[in-house]
């Protein structure tokens, strides 16, 4: 079993930046995805950006150049950089780990991300 822990949501004005953290704590050497998903209010949730354990990140095109995924090892902790936030870019934001001996995807409880106009 994998234990996600978000971090670092809030309120931040348009324009801003926020930098969310995943601690990541169990049966982690299982672990062969991580990423970063969202969900709005009435949408479905989607993709961020993820990364393997190889390092290869996956990100939707229109996802590139203001979110970065990154992950500290040592830490057990993956982030999320997130500049220019606009206010559609609000929503919670969750935390991803895919297993895959058996395939499982765990998550962790999500943290609110709202921007202000």
């Known amino acids: 079993q994998v234990h996600l822990v978000e971090s670092g949501g809030g309120l931040v004005q348009a324009g801003g930046s926020l930098r969310l953290s995943c601690v990541y704590s169990g049966g982690i050497s299982g672990i062969n995805t991580m990423g970063w998903y969202r969900q709005a209010p009435g949408k479905e949730r989607e993709l961020v950006a993820a990364?393997?354990?190889?390092?290869?990140?996956n990100q939707p095109y229109f996802m590139e150049g203001r979110f970065t995924i990154s992950r500290d090892v040592a830490k057990n902790t993956l982030y999320l950089q997130m500049n220019s936030l606009t206010p559609e870019d609000t929503a919670v934001y969750y935390c991803?780990?895919?297993?895959?001996?058996?395939?499982?995807?765990?998550w962790g409880q999500g943290t609110q991300v709202t921007v202000s106009s």
């Open positions: 991803n780990a895919g297993v895959l001996r058996p395939p499982y995807d765990y």
């Open positions: 990364i393997t354990s190889a390092d290869r990140i």
